[in-house]
């Protein structure tokens, strides 16, 4: 074994996103291209010497060839020792549980999370730091900045190694320790929920069905719900991790996984329907044939979080993102905790949870977490609804609408433009911003803008600043518009455009939800022009 200096040349564009480096699968196959972004990474570290690194991914398409990397690069920037998922398996929020349950100086995680995988799918890599969370934009910006001036890159020649079976192995002068990639993190979500309550719940005959995706979430989901939880065998479907995902997209909602949304309408549906994506640090929550609102979700779980153990002595605060309902922020106000409202992605919740500031973080997005780790967790909070239901004794359903009934309903959606040519979105996102100015004080579809302006953000804890994080158009009676691109797609740009009015009003709080917001979203078309400058009459996706 030998320690090899290879010579080569930047690749463009190898700019970490929201949530790391997301790329064609056939981008990373070329010849240096993960070597050079893991060089412009590990150059940045330092004291890493010695120290733990921690690695695994979502099995997707291309993980196994690039853990194999990783580990001789590893070996050859004198880690001491790598904890790696068995089989190269990590889901992001058990990494992240590793982390921090070992003392890892941090980790990588290889997954594209949300998008599609396969050979013609995605890839990706990101990376955590010490707290167990994504790394922040200044080291992303130091690893971006390498990249584009990188000449060499450093690997041990070694042979591949046994990823499969758990134990040590050697590269060089690093040890390759296999774990379990479920068994640190089910001991944290046993500290974390009341288990007996679950167990005695699925013992009375309460019904679940689990669906994951055919990605990472299936080992862990059914280690805990069916294993320690003691639900039926077959409660959790989808579970073993393909490289493809099925051919389906690992994106849980109620598009994507419309399967479980037929299952769950069914007349002989079950209680409760879940559902996680690629890397299983989303969730989706469904009732009988009623769907929860990601934001509710977080709103919900925060109102009855001292039913779990790990919350019983409540909550420091909650954070949710920008575009992330303002559901949380009425249950904050009624607790008499603060809420912080950050930009898009989890890294912004880092430095609030090490604070102690926060307890509980969320995005629209199916995002959902806690002070447990440093990413949002799919198993989590669903375990925690199941912890919910398992102490009130009510239905999904029936939870949800007191809820709006005591804090009000905050109607939200999502509508999504994919695929859209990147010269027509920066177009669009600049021409929102020439009206900013503007807007303010005009009525539009009957309602008056009260603020108009391109969200940015101080960070309370370390004070640094992030910029243009998505257009906003509030109104006078609590109803926003925001306008953001998507910082997670490989193919164009996608324009994400959030919709959110509230509604006090018990007996107006059964409507449609598109109905509802059909204003608002006239206002978003009105606008930003988006079928003039896209071309598209209508979005994509809508959640
Ligand atoms: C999307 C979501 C964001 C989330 C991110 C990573 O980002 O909107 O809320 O944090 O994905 O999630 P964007 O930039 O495409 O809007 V995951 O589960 O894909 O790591
Ligand atoms: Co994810």
Redesign the pocket.
Known sequence: MTIVTHTTQPFDGQKP???GLRKKVTVFQQPRYLENFVQALFDGLEGAQGSTLVLGGDGRFHNRQAVQVILRMAAAHGFGRVLLGQGGILSTPAASCVIRARGAYGGIVLSA??NPGGADGDFGIKYNVGNGGPAPEKITDGIHARTQQITQYRISDAADIDIDTLGERRIEGMVVEVIDPVADYAALMAECFDFDAIRKLFAGGFRMRYDAMWAVGGPYARALIEGVLGAPAGTVVNAEPKEDFGGLHPDPNPVNAEDLIAHMAAADAPDFGAAS?G?A??NMIVGRNFPVAPSDSLALLAAHATVAPRYAEGIAGIAR?MPTSMAADRVAAALGVPCYETP???KFFGNLLDAGKVTLCG?E?Y?TGSDHVREKDGLWAVLFWLNVLAATGQSVEQLVRSHWAQYGRNYYSRHDYEGIDTAAADKLMSGLRAQLPQLAGQVLEGRRVRQADDFGYVDPVDGSKSAKQGVRILFDDGSRVVFRL????TEGA?L?VYLERYEADVARQGEDTQAALAPLIAVARNVARIAEITGRKTPTVVT
């Not at 998507?486 to 797609?489: E, K, R």
């Open positions: 996103g929201t949530s999370s949300h994506d890397d640090d989303r993102s898009t992605g989890w995005e997005s995002g998507s910082g997670t797609g996608t994400r």
